[in-house]
């Protein structure tokens, strides 16, 4: 589900039916943060898409987590990498 509302928002930006996430927000009656994260899950490899939608994350990576800070498109982004850490600052 958070797949398919990150892909339908980000295409309602993407063709001019809202101007931001904060007007997603608003139409939707949720926090634009939401969305914001939500949004970012369409930046995301596609191995670790299959994982989300195969429910096979391992077990130290959420979705909230590839929400809140997906990993680089760059580089090697992958299921392995997991997300960034927080506590050292480094990806």
């Known amino acids: 589900m958070a797949l398919a509302r990150g892909h339908r928002w980000l295409a309602m930006l993407e063709s001019g039916e809202v101007k931001s996430l904060k007007e997603i927000g608003v139409r939707e009656g949720i926090d634009s ?3 914001s994260r939500m ?8 191995d670790i898409v299959a994982a989300i939608l195969d429910d ?3 077990n130290h990576i959420t979705l909230f987590d590839l ?4 990993p680089a498109l760059s580089g090697g982004q992958g299921l392995a990498a997991g997300p960034r850490s927080r ?4 990806g």
């Open 67 to 70: 929400a809140v800070d997906p």
């Open 56 to 58: 096979a994350l391992p």
């Open 39 to 46: 949004v970012n899950l369409t930046t995301l490899a596609p």
């Open 33 to 35: 943060s939401y969305v």
């Open 87 to 90: 506590q050292s600052g480094q």
